[in-house]
Each structure stands twice: as C-alpha cells, then as structure tokens.
C-alpha cells in the first residue's frame, strides 16, 4: 500500500508555494497581481522575430549540450566587453535551461549529503530547495534593513561558515531587496571566500536592470576570484523573455565540467530555436532601453507607495520593492486581496529567521497603467 503522501522526506516544506496560493488568490478575487516577477510586456521585437526565424529555418533538434557555437561565442563577448573577464567559449561557457537549471547544477554539482551552502537571506526560493534536494544544508546570513537599503554583517558572514560549508551563494543584484553589492561588500565575501578555499555561485540575472546609474560588479573581477566563481546569467531577465529559459554559466573548466555533469541529467538541451535568437541579442547590446524603463516604473511605485505612507524601501536594482507593512506579512498579503483587489508577496516566506516578519514584495515590472491601478485600489490598505 503506497503511503498517502508519496514525497521524499528531503522535499517536505516545499510543496505549495506562496506564488501558487496567492497566483490563485489573484484570479479569484480579480486583483492586480504584483507578486509574480514578469514582465507585462515584450521583449524587443527584432529578438522575437529572429526566434521566429530560426524556427523557420530549421533550429529546432537537439542543439549541443553544452549550447550552440554562436550563444557561446556571444557570451563570452558579453563578459568580456562588459567585465574584462575571458572565458574559453569551448571549456568556459554554458548554456542552460534558463539560470534555474544553472542554479540547480551549480548546487548539486558542488554540495551533497553533509555539506552546507551559506545564503544570504532573503533568498531566491529555488535555492533552499536546491539545497534540500541535493541533501545538504542551508546557512543563511541576513541583509539587515539600514535606512534605505541593506547590508550585512561580514562577522555574520563569518560565522556561518564551518568546515562543512562548499559555497557562498551570492545574488547580486538581489531579488527581492533590490540591492546591488557595492566593491567593498563584494571585497568582504571575497575575502572569506579565499581565506576558507570556498565555492561562490554568483547569480546575476538581474546584471543589466541596474538603476541610477548604479553599475553591476561580477564577483568573478575581484582578485583570485575568477577561479573560484560559477557566474549565472539569463535571457529572460536581460531581454524581458522569461518564458524561454535560456540562462548560462562562465566559470574555469573545471568547474564547467562539474556543473554540466548534472545539468546533462536534469534537461540534457533546450530551446533550440531561442539560442540563436538570444545570441544576436546578446551581440547587438539590445538590453540598455529596458532598465530605463523599470527605472520609470519603480519611481511611480515607490513613490505611489510612499504617498500612502506606506514605509517602502527603494531599490536599486531588479524588478522588486520592498515595503515594511509594520504587522504579519502573511497575513497582510492574504488580505490585501480581499481589502484591496492587489496581491503581493510576503518577503517572509525567503527567511530563514524573523527578520523579514513584517515585509511585503510588490513587483513592478507591469505597464505604468497597470502601476496606477493598483495604486489607485491600494489607498484601501494604506496605513
Ligand atoms: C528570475 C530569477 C531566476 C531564474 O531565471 P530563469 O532564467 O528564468 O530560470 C534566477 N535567480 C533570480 C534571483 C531570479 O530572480
């Protein structure tokens, strides 16, 4: 008799996420859904056009396992123009199903049974489920609220650190808080970094959503960490197409070949006719015309937010904003719904500790129109 429950013990706690319930919650109330990071629009015509083409024109078996000549190439001229770092396009680079399977193999590859894998929190869901499904364990270390933005304490840092510990996983910039590690942070992850002989997975999707004039630094820059750095990027936050997941790892071979011996064995290829289409992109630069725009859409949220007085913090980066709801997250967002027609994300769902109780994620990635609406409809849960 198979037992009523069939899951592994390791994925318990991961079953219904908070994106699901408050998707749901969205649908059946006729709200605003400001939880889900995507975008309501498109990504630039030419890129949805040269997929169209390459469907057309016959990309569509299996394309290498390690990812077509051309989207290798064109990664390793992004890192190089952007970042001064050379990778190898035969030994260096990776292609992914989207930076969730690179999380994935990366995590895997790097941290089984008895490990540990230091994050910092608030952290991207699909890490701790990466952590728990590859059997090791999370560490987490808190960005702590400092006016407004975020910061760490690097003695934190330190501490959780044990012998057990593989890799550092650093998001930078960072979703949900908006926070782009600044040199000297950087600097101080570095530090541990070398000094304890760790791994660091640097998830950087968000690498070209930067704001103010804000610039992006790769961990990998930093002195002696190119050698111990898997760096992840995708299409679909770079160009607004996050429904074709296709991401990508540069890291020094030997790391390379450790990540896809896993990632051979989650997806082996995909999106063959979206390799060529993302590798043009990625030569023509098309990105720069996007962040202006989230820029726009940030100020009237934040600002939105904020003339209602609610306590928001404004970020530097990324598609999200925090706002300090001063009672149960949760609960606030199973209301808000209901009060309001608005749903957002409870930030305490990506702790560990109690540190993000109160915190609420709004996305803003949706047309200003939409913005407004849910400004509008928000004025019924203002504080
Ligand atoms: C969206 C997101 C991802 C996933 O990227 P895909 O390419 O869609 O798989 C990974 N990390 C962070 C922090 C994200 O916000």
């Not at 990504?43 to 299996?62: C, D, F, K, M, S």
């Not at 077509?68 to 770092?85: F, N, S």
Request: with cysteine.
């Amino acid at each position: 008799m198979p037992s009523a429950d069939p899951l592994v013990d390791r994925m318990r706690g991961f079953g219904t996420t908070i994106f699901a319930e408050m998707s749901a919650l969205a649908v059946r109330t006729d709200s605003i859904n400001l939880g889900q990071g995507f975008p309501d629009t498109d990504g630039p015509p030419e890129l949805l056009a040269a997929a169209v083409e390459a469907i057309r024109t016959g990309h569509n078996q299996y394309p290498p396992g390690i990812g077509i000549v051309e989207l290798r190439r064109a990664i390793a001229g992004h890192q190089r123009r952007h970042y001064d770092l050379d990778y190898d396009l035969e030994s260096e680079v990776l292609v992914t199903a989207g930076a969730t399977e690179a999380i994935a193999s990366a995590i895997l590859a790097f941290a089984g049974p008895g490990d540990e894998v230091v994050v910092f929190e608030p952290y991207y869901d699909s890490y701790a489920a990466c952590i728990a499904l590859g059997g090791a364990q999370r560490r987490a270390v808190t960005l702590e609220r400092s006016g407004n933005g975020w910061r760490f304490d690097p003695q934190a840092l330190t501490a959780a650190i044990s012998p057990r510990t593989k890799a550092i996983l650093l998001n930078t910039p960072h979703n949900p808080t908006g926070k782009v590690f600044d040199a000297a942070e950087l600097s101080q992850v570095a530090e541990i970094a070398r000094q304890r002989n760790l791994l660091v997975i640097s998830d950087e999707v968000y690498e070209h959503l930067t704001f103010d004039g804000r610039t992006h630094i790769p961990i990998a820059t930093l002195p002696g960490m190119r050698d111990r750095t898997v760096t992840i990027g995708s299409a679909g936050k770079t160009f607004s197409v996050t429904g074709w997941k296709i991401g990508w790892v540069t890291a020094p071979a030997r790391l390379v070949t450790a990540v896809r011996t896993v990632k051979q064995f989650l997806t082996y290829v995909s999106g063959a006719p979206f390799q060529p289409a993302v590798a043009q992109a990625l030569d023509a630069g098309s990105y720069g015309a996007l962040a202006g725009g989230l820029q726009q859409q940030r100020d009237l949220l934040c600002d939105g937010l904020a003339d209602l007085g609610f306590d928001v913090v404004r970020p530097e980066a990324t598609y999200f904003a925090t706002v300090d709801v001063q009672r149960d997250a949760v609960e606030f967002c199973r209301e808000l719904p209901h009060r309001a027609g608005v749903v957002a994300i409870p930030s305490s769902v990506f702790y560990d500790s109690s540190a993000g109780d109160t915190l609420v994620r709004f996305a803003f990635c949706k047309r200003p129109d939409v913005l407004a609406e849910a400004l509008r409809r928000l004025k019924e849960a203002a504080p």
